[in-house]
């Protein structure tokens, strides 16, 4: 059956919806949402020829020819000709996705809703929803196989709704709902990180005898210090 981390997306997308999966490998989470009566039509879009022949097997095994369209192309081109409203990208890192994002933006006009899933970097996704006007409507975290994922639901509107404290950076790196929630597995994460950037600090302290690293030893110093707060 589906993974959880693709449930998980496919939980945010409204009954009768048109969706364009981009990166959509195998199309599970496109058959997943056809089997289930979920989606009404989705097109599964892919750059590389391996996983697009992936898509158009698993579409015939299920014999979804008449709901899913397997598109061959570069992020949002797919939807080229299509009448999309819901846009998902999932298992790439986030900086891939803000990237396809802002490559195909004249294509999201027509679109109401985005649920993004990255592998890492969130914060570049939620960066750029807040700069292209899109309303983070709901976050999500959990753990699958030692994985810790995060999935970002947005629609058009107001970008700064769930954002409510003084410090906006810290809650476009951390999630700002993620953040209010603290579930265990945001604890977990963000705990692995804390030692991670710690070791960073006490690298960069070491090198910086010989080298200006200013800059970068600001930003880990203020990584610390916000997980900290957030940690203890
Ligand atoms: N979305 C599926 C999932 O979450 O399980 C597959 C994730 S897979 C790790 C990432 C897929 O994205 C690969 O099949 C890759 O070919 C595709 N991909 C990467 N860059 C892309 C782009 N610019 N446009 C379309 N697909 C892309």
């Given at each position: 059956s589906l993974s959880k981390r693709l449930k998980t997306v496919a939980s945010f997308v409204q009954k009768g919806a048109r969706v364009a999966d981009i990166g959509?490998?195998?199309a599970y989470l496109p058959v997943y949402l056809i089997k289930n009566g979920t989606a009404q039509f989705a097109v599964a879009g892919e750059v590389n020829k391996g996983p697009f022949q992936a898509a158009l097997k698993q579409i015939s095994k299920f014999g979804f020819e008449h709901a899913i369209q397997p598109k061959l192309g570069n992020g949002l081109s797919v939807m080229e000709g299509e009448s999309i409203d819901t846009v998902t990208i999932a298992g790439m890192g986030g900086p891939l996705i803000a990237d396809i994002l802002d490559e195909g933006?004249?294509?999201?006009?027509?679109?109401k809703r985005l649920i993004l899933q990255p592998n890492i970097a969130a914060d570049r996704i939620r960066r750029w929803l807040i700069e292209d006007s899109w309303e983070l409507l709901d976050e999500v975290i959990l753990k699958e196989d030692g994985h810790i994922y995060e999935v970002l639901v947005a629609e058009k509107g107001?970008?700064?709704?769930l954002y409510g404290s003084s410090d906006v950076e810290k809650e476009i790196w951390l999630g700002p709902k993620l953040l209010r929630e603290k579930s265990h597995i945001f604890m977990e994460k963000w705990k692995r990180e804390l030692v991670q950037l710690e070791k960073i600090q006490q690298q960069l302290y070491v090198a910086s005898e010989s080298e200006n690293m200013e800059a970068r030893k600001r930003e880990i110093d203020q990584k610390i210090t916000w997980l900290k707060e957030v940690l203890l």
């Open positions: 959509s490998d195998h933006k004249e294509r999201l006009t027509t679109v107001n970008p700064k709704t």
